[in-house]
Nanobody
Framework: QVQLVESGGGLVQPGGSLRLSCAASGSSFSIYAMRWYRQTPGNQRDLVALIIKDGTTNYADSVKGRFTISTNDAKNTVYLQMNSLRPEDTAVYYC?????????WGQGTQVTVSS
């Protein structure tokens, strides 16, 4: 079993920045990829960014150039640095980890961009 604990959400003004963190823990496991999704009420959960074990990253078009996904050296914590935030970035953000034992999800953290 893998546990994911997210942190870093909150209220920020347009143009501001936030950094989300998601720490993975549990029994011995191999992480193949770590991803951030976001979801607004009544909509599906959309992929925002992903990072693969070899360091390859990919981003949704809407966040390219503004968001950066990274991991710590141990590759058990994933970050999402969000800059130049816009009101349309408001959502609940979820981390997702792909392991040899399956996919796991964080509890979600609210990000609100508003003046």
């Amino acid at each position: 079993q893998v546990q994911l604990v997210e942190s870093g959400g909150g209220l920020v003004q347009p143009g501001g920045s936030l950094r989300l963190s998601c720490a993975a823990s549990g029994s011995s496991f191999s992480i193949y990829a770590m991803r951030w999704y976001r979801q607004t009420p009544g909509n599906q959960r959309d992929l925002v960014a992903l990072i693969i074990k070899d360091g390859t990253t990919n981003y949704a078009d809407s966040v390219k150039g503004r968001f950066t996904i990274s991991t710590n050296d141990a590759k058990n914590t994933v970050y999402l640095q969000m800059n130049s935030l816009r009101p349309e970035d408001t959502a609940v953000y979820y981390c997702n980890v792909v392991t040899g034992m399956g996919d796991y999800w964080g509890q979600g953290t609210q990000v609100t961009v508003s003046s």
